[in-house]
């Protein structure tokens, strides 16, 4: 399988390209011999009598001989190198940058949310050591590698016999969140102050973005194999947000664009959730004012997030 240019190679071989003689070349059957006859104008010439093929441009010439080569395969070498022109590598890098953008504007249009949950240290660390593995960074922190794109939910607990949410934190399970190792902060949580990385001490991209009932009590109910049951979790918290954003697309007949950007540009959508922590072992982050590492922006005020959403301007 090719193995696909980095950005380093793509940039190195345009900065090559852009210093080139540009096309388009041409390709011109010559006696290898004959070289002085040339004249100025960029091309290749394949001498398969000769065995031997030139590259030559603006009074340059370079022979390349290829004795263990037939005349088929020198022909297809010449034509190859004067069609790989600089012209031609500009050319496929603007298309190559072209379709990047192509896809990251598609990629706005589709919203992606996913949850962010988390078990305690020990549990992660025996599950690792029974696949006799080792413990993936960020581990320690919850925190792993969360693109820009997508949308973070974490778990909320209502307070009994009040109407205020804590975090989710019921021991051994409850909601993640951190600093990523990998993404920096996006525009969007530019404005915020964020929590050092608890692994490197870096401030990076913060999750959850937001939260959402996630606790057993009251849970979810549910109908499995014709039974009622209550679920919970983060895994069942995204879900019911993922319903909020179906329906303001719905209202809006329009998509929303970049998700993250409207969320945070209408906080008071959100009712922060200010007590409890993810900790475990001590390790983790704790609630606030305004935004945490525990529960983002905070639970949706169901009926505000719809509202802010629909007065989102079309991209």
Not at 19 to 44: E, K
Not at 91 to 111: G, H, I, N, P
Not at 124 to 153: F, I, M, N, W
Not at 181 to 203: E, K, R
Request: charged letters at 15%; aromatic letters at 6%.
């Amino acid at each position: 399988m090719t193995t696909p240019l980095s950005q380093e190679q793509r940039a190195e071989l345009v900065a090559k390209a852009k210093a080139a003689t540009p096309g388009p070349w041409r390709i011109v059957p010559y006696d290898c011999g004959d070289i002085d006859y040339l004249d100025n104008a960029p091309m290749v010439a394949a001498a398969p009598e000769l065995d031997c093929a030139i590259v030559h441009w603006e009074g340059f010439v370079q022979r390349y001989w290829r004795s263990a080569r037939g005349e088929k395969e020198i022909q297809a070498n010449a034509a190859f190198i004067a069609a790989a022109n600089p012209s031609t590598i500009l050319s496929y890098e603007a298309t190559v940058q072209a379709l990047t953008v192509e896809r990251d504007e598609a990629l706005e249009r589709v919203k992606a949310l996913e949850a962010s949950g988390m078990v305690s240290l020990a549990d992660a660390r025996r599950a690792v050591d029974a696949c006799g593995g080792t413990h993936p960074p960020g581990q320690e922190e919850y925190g792993r590698g969360y693109d820009a794109a997508l949308t973070e939910a974490g778990g909320a607990d209502m307070l009994k016999g009040q109407f205020t949410e804590a975090v989710w934190n019921a021991g051994t399970i409850g909601t993640g969140g951190g600093i990523s190792d990998a993404f920096p902060v996006p525009d969007y949580q530019s404005h915020l102050t964020l929590p050092q990385s608890q692994n490197d001490g870096a401030i990076r991209r913060g999750v959850p973005d937001v939260a959402c009932a996630a606790a057993a009590s009251p849970g979810y109910r549910i109908i499995v194999n014709g039974q009622p049951m209550a679920m919970s979790g983060t895994s069942a918290a995204t879900p019911l947000w993922s319903a909020l954003v179906a329906i303001a697309i719905a209202a809006r007949g329009e998509q929303i664009g970049l998700l993250n950007a409207a969320l945070y540009g209408n906080p008071g959508a959100f009712r922060v959730v200010q007590q409890g922590n993810n900790r475990v072992g001590g390790k983790g982050y704790d609630a606030g004012p305004g935004w945490s590492a525990c529960t983002g922006l905070g639970v949706p005020r169901g009926a505000d997030v719809l509202a802010a959403l629909a007065a989102v301007p079309v991209a």
